[in-house]
């Protein structure tokens, strides 16, 4: 005891640490919201947060670290809101099961580095196995390795037989997914159990999927009262909810129990996207990974029957999302990282812009929408004072030719510089 009071009394009386400041200067300056672009800005951050975006010239404060980015636009820290962490594209099927449980949250951190290192400075992770991407965000939260900054779906969950659940087994090896919900009673107890270990959103799949067996990914798994009461729980406690969607169906009723973002949207009609523009409900359409997985998926182990269904829906996909850009829905950027390589996440935005959205439009998704739906825009998605210190700098007009994005020059997160020139 003596010891403890000892220690309390020191840190009572020590001096605080010194702020540390830094002082980022680039030739050019996208502001996210407007597209407006500054020249020979200057932005000030202590502490990894922002205190003053000016220009050049302007007095910096005394002994602040300067970074000088001459020719180099700068960004905020890019926004991926559908990413998997501890999952590989390299092993497909069953290729999977001959590793040990832990491999799969070990390679998160090699993923977690990839990410960070290509511009995104934040990630929203659905889904999990063993509460891998919570211990990721810890780690990294505690300095012991680099990433992004993390929204912890943990497990994601759904109905029994689902694509959320395990369907690659015959019945005598008895797998399932921990936190299976087959009434509304059973969805608030994962919802509820999901948010004690952990989870800062939660991720369910209202319909089958690609990557499942033995489903469509058309057809509706979860009721609507089912998905009401994982958006009433989750709401009460603050936290958002991710829908995995793929068709019409499941789409409408999980705009219609209040879900805030649909995952995929792949096969989406008329009325869902009628629906999406009138309750406010963002979409993340993963457009760009089903040019991975039909050149690299056989090879990587995956079955037939899931390639024969990404084919299937891919380009109407990527037609729905023409179609719900121009109708007005809200777009997020969300890639499904894990099914195609972590670090070349940015490789989506070319992909959007070829399918009618501006190349503002597409970095929107990205930044100022990304961080709508997650209820932290004065934190991240913008180059503002009191947001963190997070941003990107890339060679060339990112407005004009959204490829620059794939190969940024400079990275900080928090202030701290992750990849500079």
Known sequence: MRAVLLAACAAAFALPAQAETVAVSAARLVDTATGKVADRPMVIITDGRIVSVGRQGDAVPAGARQISLPGVTLLPGLIDMHVHLTISPLYGGYTGYQFS???????????????????????????????????????????????????????????????????????????????????????????????????????????????????????????????????????????????????????????????????????????????????????????????????????????????????????????????????????????????????????QFAVMVRYGATPLQAIQAATVNAAQALGQEKDVGRIAVGAYGDLIGVTGDPLADVTVLEHPVFVMKGGQTVKAP
């Open 101 to 347: 449980d832990a491999f799969w949250t070990a390679i998160g951190t090699r993923h977690a580095k990839d990410t960070l290192e290509a511009g995104f400075t934040t990630v929203r992770n659905v889904g999990s196995a063993f509460y891998g991407d919570v211990g990721l965000r810890e780690a990294i939260e505690g300095g012991f390795i680099q990433g992004p900054r993390i929204v912890t779906a943990a497990y994601s969950f759904g109905a029994t037989g689902g694509h959320c659940d395990e369907t690659f087994f015959p019945p005598s090896m008895d797998q399932k997914a921990p936190y299976n919900a087959d009434s509304p009673d059973e969805a608030r107890k994962s919802v509820r159990t999901l948010r004690k270990y952990g989870a800062q959103v939660i991720k369910i799949c209202a319909t089958g999927g690609v990557f499942s067996r033995g489903d469509a990914p058309g057809a509706q798994q979860m009721t609507l009262d089912e998905m009401k009461a994982v958006a009433e729980e989750a709401h009460m406690a603050g936290m958002k909810v991710a829908a995995h969607a793929h068709g019409a169906p499941g789409i409408k009723a999980a705009i219609l129990a209040g879900i805030d973002t649909i995952e995929h949207a792949s096969l989406v009609d008329d009325e869902g996207i009628r629906l999406a523009v009138q309750h406010g409900t963002y979409f993340g359409m993963d457009i760009y990974n089903t040019d991975y997985t039909q050149a690299e998926g056989k090879k990587n182990g995956v079955l037939e029957e899931n390639l024969q269904k990404d084919r299937d829906i891919g380009e109407i996909q990527r037609q729905n999302f023409k179609k719900s850009l121009k109708a007005g829905v809200k777009q997020i950027y969300s890639t499904d990282a894990g099914v195609y390589p972590h670090g070349d996440n940015a490789r």
